[in-house]
């Protein structure tokens, strides 16, 4: 990793070439948090199956963070400490394979030139051979995860084509994917494990104590989710997390994740006009 200070954790202590290469499946966020937010699902998941195994990438340093409440006296240094502290008890919590923060600095994932990012990213990637890999979506709102996404793209697409990862997933976190329509969401369903889930984000209390009800938000998001999703196929699951297959985006490099996401966007406008002309409208 190319910043001096960033973190790499392994919650039991195994040596890390065995601990990273135990990974199945690999959550890439920008935030301390993101993770936990959007990929709730997964890490459950492999916290239930003995041959899975999440493991975990921070991009940012925490620096930037919101403050409000117990934390509105402390500075960007402290704020940086104490994200970097969470995060890592989420992964004891969740029983990560590794969690890595790589500090960056916002403006660095949010310019073009993000080469650092990329090497960084790939390595992580060589290491663990994840079969699965969850990151931002690319509808989101925030500009640094929208920064990640593309360098995550990028790493991906360097990898040779047998070492990439079955699945490339977006996650909604800063936009939510409800608009797609049915047909076009991947959901994962997230069943029991209410209290790891309220442990995975009670974690992060300087966010939301400091002033934002993130683990409200998200629990009621994927509530939301499971209730008004069409299929009765997962009416059992009283959460749902939607997620976009962005594997295409990952084997074919003049596809640009623009022309992507268009896509969907047209079919979600196709399907909206159709309804209203097939009404009488
Ligand atoms: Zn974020």
């Not at 117990?70 to 008890?89: A, T």
């Not at 995860?145 to 593309?150: D, N, P």
């Amino acid at each position: 990793m190319k910043k001096p200070e960033a973190d790499l954790f392994i919650p039991d202590g195994m040596a890390e070439a065995e601990a990273l290469a135990r990974t199945t499946h690999l959550g890439i966020g920008a935030h301390q948090d993101d993770l936990e937010f959007m990929a709730a699902a997964a890490i459950l998941e492999c916290h239930r199956k003995r041959e899975w195994k999440f493991g975990g990438i921070t991009v940012t340093d925490g620096r930037g963070s919101a403050r409000a409440g117990p934390y509105q006296d402390f500075d960007d240094e402290e704020m940086r400490r104490i994200r970097r502290q969470e995060q890592r008890k989420a992964a004891v919590v969740g029983d990560y394979a590794f969690m890595a923060q790589l500090d960056y600095a916002s403006r660095e994932v949010k310019r073009a030139d993000r080469e650092d990012l990329v090497a960084d990213l790939e390595e992580l990637l060589r290491k663990s051979r994840p079969r699965v890999v969850l990151t931002h979506q690319p509808a989101d709102k925030h500009d640094t995860h929208i920064g990640v996404l593309l360098g995550v793209l990028a790493a991906l697409r360097r990898l040779p084509a047998a070492e990439r990862p079955e699945k490339l997933y977006g996650c909604e976190v800063w936009r939510g994917l409800d608009w797609l329509p049915d047909e076009d969401k991947t959901v994962f369903p997230i069943r029991g494990s209410e209290n790891l889930l309220a442990a995975l984000m009670g974690v992060f209390d300087s966010q939301i104590a400091g002033g934002k009800g993130y683990d409200k938000a998200t629990a009621g998001r994927k509530l939301a989710n499971a209730t008004y999703f069409a299929s009765h196929a997962v009416d059992d699951a009283p959460m749902l997390e939607i997620a976009l297959d962005l594997t295409p985006l990952m084997h074919d490099p003049d596809l640009s994740p623009a022309s992507f996401i268009d896509g969907y966007i047209d079919r979600f406008r196709a399907d909206v006009a159709d309804r209203l002309q097939r009404l009488g409208s």
